[in-house]
T-cell receptor, first 113, second 114 residues
Framework: SAVISQKPSRDICQRGTSLTIQCQVD?????MFWYRQQPGQSLTLIAT?????????ESGFVIDKFPISRPNLTFSTLTVSNMSPEDSSIYLC??????????FGQGTRLTVV | GENVEQHPSTLSVQEGDSAVIKCTYS??????FPWYKQELGKRPQLIID?????GEKKDQRIAVTLNKTAKHFSLHITETQPEDSAVYFC?????????????FGAGTRLAVHP
């Protein structure tokens, strides 16, 4: 199993600003994942954070909007840049899942006003 | 890429009844099929999973069945209880990229009424 700490747990931000979300895992993992969960919706994969290389983004998500850092095997950050109200969502980091149990952080509830 | 479709979007049952949620996937190479439960305001948690080499798996009141030929898998909850009320997500890993990510279905909101 893996224990994931994510912060902040929630934030209210002004449009046009940026927010950086941090994710810390209690063990070393090769890949970390960032998901967005819009209100009442499913989990949509934003990108895979790879240690030592650039993140791999899914269709519809770009690095300029969602820059990701992965400085080591236990930590990653996701920045939501130049925010608009449409970015209001829950953002979750995760490890595992493709052939074993996925573990999720508690999520960051972002409200953009 | 992988497409995972989930039905129904909402399901309402009486306590003690059974609930069935169905998912279909598009990537025939997918080989791992988990189900996650998300209670209100909480993170998703795995409740059961199945691999492509078996057709059914049970864990107390929960079971998952897999039909590889038809590319669909189902979650079965028997003797439902109010605490089963939550949103349930199926998922599957696409073969492209070497199974290194998970694609989720749209979710089913299950309500169990006492």
């Amino acid at each position: 199993s893996a224990v994931i700490s994510q912060k902040p747990s929630r934030d209210i931000c002004q449009r046009g600003t940026s927010l950086t979300i941090q994710c810390q895992v209690d063990s070393q993992v090769t890949m970390m994942f960032w998901y967005r969960q819009q209100p009442g919706q499913s989990l949509t994969l934003i990108a895979t954070a790879n240690q030592g290389s650039e993140a791999t983004y899914e269709s519809g998500f770009v690095i300029d909007k969602f820059p990701i850092s992965r400085p080591n095997l236990t930590f990653s950050t996701l920045t939501v840049s130049n925010m608009s109200p449409e970015d209001s969502s829950i953002y979750l980091c995760s490890v595992g899942g493709s052939n074993t149990e996925a573990f999720f952080g508690q999520g960051t509830r972002l409200t953009v006003v | 890429g992988e497409n995972v479709e989930q039905h129904p979007s909402t399901l309402s049952v009486q306590e003690g009844d059974s609930a069935v949620i169905k998912c279909t996937y598009s990537d025939s190479a997918s080989n791992y099929f988990p189900w996650y439960k998300q209670e209100l305001g909480k993170r998703p948690q795995l409740i059961i999973d199945i691999r492509s080499n078996v057709g059914e798996k049970k864990d107390q009141r929960i079971a998952v069945t897999l039909n590889k030929t038809a590319k669909h898998f189902s979650l079965h909850i028997t003797e439902t209880q109010p605490e089963d009320s939550a949103v349930y997500f199926c998922a599957a890993p696409p073969f492209s990229g070497g199974y290194n990510k998970l694609i989720f279905g749209a979710g089913t909101r299950l309500a169990v009424h006492p």
